[in-house]
T-cell receptor, first 116, second 113 residues
Framework: AQKITQTQPGMFVQEKEAVTLDCTYD???????LFWYKQPSSGEMIFLIY??????QNATEGRYSLNFQKARKSANLVISASQLGDSAMYFC?????????????FGRGTQLTVWP | DAGITQSPRHKVTETGTPVTLRCHQT?????MYWYRQDPGHGLRLIHY???????DKGEVSDGYSVSRSKTEDFLLTLESATSSQTSVYFC????????????FGEGSWLTVV
């Protein structure tokens, strides 16, 4: 069974600094995908970034990058140059495969607070 | 914007009443999902659909049923609502067949009193 662990309930970072949000996972599938979502206080779930298990390079999307370390089963999200609007809950998730390809397993989230 | 609309966005209902949440998509995606989110948890899968009239259970399906009679609509029904079903419900769609892009609707806040 897939399992996602986010060990940081809360993180604080000063504006313009970089921050890393941790995510470790456990799966026996050779093919899997990892996602990060942002959930601001308004409640919607915003897709940030995706990393496939066979991707050779770490995924990047603007100020977001995913530090993928396959051997350590970690998929940390790095946010560069933090902004006040980055304050939100961040969820790491892993998808299944086959007929359940889009089925996601979520961690419990990390609450990020960006201060001026 | 992945063209996902959830309705109602907010609802308060009484214990024992039936409730139906609707997820509507405009982009003809094959795969659709219903999740619930509770305090201290990430999202957990209730049911999913891989085509018209093709649905299956997720990890927290007890007390819920779904229907998909046309591609654009995926309905979640609580046959007899209980207080434990007070939650935020999210619909999701999968773009394409690769499973690399999954978007969520804005959520439906349901309170069962």
């Amino acid at each position: 069974a897939q399992k996602i662990t986010q060990t940081q309930p809360g993180m604080f970072v000063q504006e313009k600094e970089a921050v890393t949000l941790d995510c470790t996972y456990d799966t026996s599938d050779p093919s899997y995908g990892l996602f990060w979502y942002k959930q601001p206080s308004s409640g919607e779930m915003i897709f940030l970034i995706y990393q496939g298990s066979y991707d050779q390079q770490n995924a990047t999307e603007g100020r977001y990058s995913l530090n993928f370390q396959k051997a350590r089963k970690s998929a940390n999200l790095v946010i560069s140059a933090s902004q006040l609007g980055d304050s939100a809950m961040y969820f790491c998730a892993m998808r299944g495969r086959g007929s359940t390809l889009g089925r996601l397993y979520f961690g419990r989230g990390t609450q990020l607070t960006v201060w001026p | 914007d992945a063209g996902i609309t959830q309705s109602p966005r907010h609802k308060v209902t009484e214990t024992g009443t039936p409730v139906t949440l609707r997820c509507h998509q405009t982009e003809n995606h094959r795969y659709m999902y219903w999740y619930r989110q509770d305090p201290g948890h990430g999202l957990r899968l209730i049911h999913y659909s891989y085509g018209v009239k093709d649905t299956d259970k997720g990890e927290v399906s007890d007390g819920y049923s779904v229907s998909r009679s046309k591609t654009e609509d995926f309905l979640l029904t609580l046959e007899s609502a209980t207080s434990s079903q007070t939650s935020v419900y999210f619909c999701a769609i999968q773009q394409g067949n690769s499973g690399n892009t999954i978007y969520f609707g804005e959520g439906s806040w349901l309170t069962v009193v």
